[in-house]
């Protein structure tokens, strides 16, 4: 079953960067697919048309479709100009390259989404919390100290609230835009192996920091080149027996 | 000739050193000034200060007595400057930071604010004696005082208020708006606290001026004397500046320790907010996250 269906969708930036042209691919629900190839290849773009955080950025023409499936398999438009984006938001998490606290303490950067959207009952945030916290690895290091800034937490401990404060609203995808990207070996571990876990609850889109990092997680992997999904496949398919030259030049590392 | 001698190590020291021991002296010098005029005034005034000087009314055609309304009429000046001026710069901070888009509009605010903020302070007087005191028929008043002040100060209330709204970094506010949360949300869970501790180190900044100001009220709330303390805010008022103005000038044969005695009770208002917006400043860098 598909979770996100994108049609030709292209994308150009109001400086007259065409970040994205034609794209289609269809991302199925439960699974990890990586969106990978070089810098500037329009990944991080594609995220952030998902959850329409793009809104916030200088786009001029947006053209094609992109369908956001609920359970019933009610489609969403997401491009929609009368589209409720506060609750695709609350529908799709994002986790970003850097990790960013917010000003708060470790517990209410977790319940912010929920609060936001207007839930107040203590009980029900403070199992949001523990649950998110849970599902990110994260708890066993923080359950003592919930009301300290979240700022006073390491590099890595920090990404990782970042993806429980993601998960704690339940949305039903999540974004990941290179979330491991400054973090060491031991902290990138912890996440991808969060991922793995997670994936069997939300669909995960992942832009990873490397190719390796794709080769890992991957279930289903597209290759980006200057704007263009040059490739789309199975995890296996892509990293073992590519179709396509450049995708195979850009995996053995030629370019890039 | 030039370049073997500058390409000399020991010569591009000595110039090092030179340039050193100049920009000392000139930081030396900035402060001077500032010194001497606290510690002349200090000197001078000390000897009036005293119970009696700051709590009772001026008597003997102000020869005698103290500066009590003076003290309690600028105190409700700047009081009331600041509750007209800080909800309304806010706000205004608030939609320029946040909302507005860049357009010749928008410029058009901008380049206002910049030439209100160039305006000498005789002509806001003008302004306000014209429109409050005599347009709007509010009489000779604290009210309309502080009408003048505020829109005196509007401008560098704004402007801070815009730049600390503006050095939150933008991530916040993209996270935020990522997890579900409206922009006015945004605004006011994160935006806005962060930015507070530099709001109001502007805002006592902005006061302090207006705390000084002799023009703008002159017009518009000053009395020369009065023998009570004013009753409502559509009352004149003594205020320090405008005594100390008095004291100076107009009246013949003034006791000089009272007129550096009000000299150092304005100036120590004005160091008080100073520090207190130190304060509040450095607490708030203790605090920051980010």
Redesign the interface.
């Known amino acids: 079953m598909d979770k996100i269906i994108i049609e030709n969708l292209s994308l150009i930036y109001s400086d007259g960067a065409e970040s994205l042209k034609n794209v289609s691919l269809n991302i199925p629900v439960n699974t990890i697919t990586v969106l990978f190839g070089p810098a500037g290849g329009g990944k991080s773009t594609l995220l952030r048309v998902i959850?329409r955080?793009n809104d916030?950025a200088d786009v001029t023409q947006i053209s094609g479709n992109v369908l956001l499936a609920d359970n019933t398999l009610k489609f969403t438009n997401v491009l929609d100009p009368q589209l409720d984006v506060?609750?695709l938001?609350?529908r799709v998490?994002?986790v970003?390259a850097?990790p960013?606290?917010?000003?708060l303490s470790i517990h209410d950067n977790l319940t912010?989404?929920l609060e936001?959207?207007g839930e107040n009952d203590k009980m029900r945030l403070n199992e949001a919390v523990e649950r998110s916290l849970q599902q990110a690895a994260l708890w066993d290091e923080v359950k003592d100290r919930l009301d300290d800034?979240?700022?006073d937490l390491s590099g890595g401990q920090q990404q990782r609230l970042c993806l429980a404060?993601?998960l704690a609203?339940e949305p039903e995808v999540i974004l990941l835009d290179e979330p491991t990207s400054g973090l060491d070996p031991i902290s990138t571990g912890k996440v991808e192996s969060s991922l793995q876990e997670l994936k069997k609850l939300y669909t995960i889109v992942l832009v990873p920091h490397s190719v390796q990092q794709a080769a890992r997680t991957a279930d289903f992997a597209a290759f980006f080149l200057q704007g263009e999904m040059i490739e789309y496949g199975p995890g296996e398919t892509i990293f073992i027996n590519p179709r396509d030259e450049r995708t195979t030049s850009y995996i053995e590392g030629r370019f890039g | 000739m030039i370049r073997e001698f500058l390409s000399k190590p020991s010569s591009r020291y000595s110039i090092q050193r030179l340039g050193f021991v100049m920009l000392t002296l000139i930081a030396v010098i900035t402060v001077v000034p500032i010194i001497a005029i606290i510690v002349h005034i200090f000197m001078q005034g000390m000897a009036a200060i005293s119970w009696e000087f700051l709590t009772s009314f001026p008597r003997d055609g102000m020869q005698a007595g103290g500066i009590f309304p003076a003290i309690v009429g600028t105190f409700f000046l700047t009081l009331g400057t600041a509750i007209l001026s800080i909800p309304i710069s806010i706000g205004a901070a608030i939609y320029l930071a946040e909302y507005a888009p860049d357009n010749r509009w928008t410029r058009a605010i901008r380049i206002a604010i910049i030439n209100l903020a160039g305006i000498p302070s005789v002509v806001y007087g003008l302004f306000g004696l014209g429109l409050f005191v005599i347009f709007l028929n509010i009489g000779t008043s604290i009210f309309a005082g502080c009408l003048t002040l505020s829109i005196m100060t509007l401008p560098i209330f704004i402007s801070t208020s815009e730049g600390a709204l503006k050095s939150v970094p933008h991530s916040f506010r993209v996270v935020s708006i990522s997890l579900g949360a409206t922009r006015w949300q945004t605004i006011r869970r994160i935006v806005l606290p962060q930015a507070l501790p530099g709001i109001l180190t502007g805002v006592i900044l902005g006061l302090e001026r207006a705390v000084g100001e002799t023009a703008p009220i002159l017009f518009t709330a000053a009395a020369f004397f009065l023998p009570q303390l004013p009753n409502s805010p559509f009352d004149p008022t003594m205020a320090l500046p405008y005594h100390l103005f008095v004291i100076s000038t107009q009246v013949p044969g003034m006791p000089i320790d009272m007129q550096y005695g009000t000299a150092l009770v304005l100036l120590t208002f004005i160091i008080g907010m100073n520090i207190l917006a130190t304060i509040i400043r450095s607490r708030a860098r203790a605090r920051r996250q980010w």
């Open positions: 959850n955080l916030l506060i609750a938001r609350r998490g994002m970003f850097r960013i606290v917010l000003p912010y989404g936001m959207a800034p979240a700022a404060r993601s609203f």
